[in-house]
């Protein structure tokens, strides 16, 4: 059985040699739909994203915030397994949580001092483990230091915006 760092290994060589071939553009992308919605792939299914029954959603098509808070425990779980692999840690099974607070009232412009998006989000691994606490400490840590979805969300990028008519 091929181990992850047997994997990793000339992928590490690689970008050492040749950093510009590590860096990727990935893309999503959606259709606007019917009423207040936009589909879009996520390579296995299409998914309708809408409005949060908080903002007048009926609760049947995705929230992105759900959607960011999903990422969030995607990438910390998957890099967290990474993580552990990495240094033999035996984590034999858990759980991550995100947890985020939004006041609805900046969304709807109901109150322009209100804030738009989270004001504050939580990340929770509940594991089954017999790590000592500083290992403990250590996956944690580096599960941070590597998680791209947290990386992004607590040193924003610079983004830009484009509209097109076509």
Known sequence: MTTLSEIQAPLKTRYREEPEAAKVT???SGQL????SCSLS????????????????????????DMLLEALVACAGVTLRAVATSLEIDVRGGSVTAEGDLDFRGTLAVDKEAAVGFTDIRLTFDLDSDATPDELATLQRLTERYCVVLQTLTSPPRISTTTVTG
Do not use: F, K, N, Y
Request: hydrophobic share 30%; aromatic share 0%.
């Open 26 to 28: 990935l893309s999503a």
């Open 33 to 36: 739909g019917e009423g207040v």
């Open 42 to 65: 996520t390579g296995r299914a299409m998914a309708e994203a809408g409005l949060h029954p908080a903002t007048g959603g009926d609760g049947t098509q995705l929230c992105s915030g």
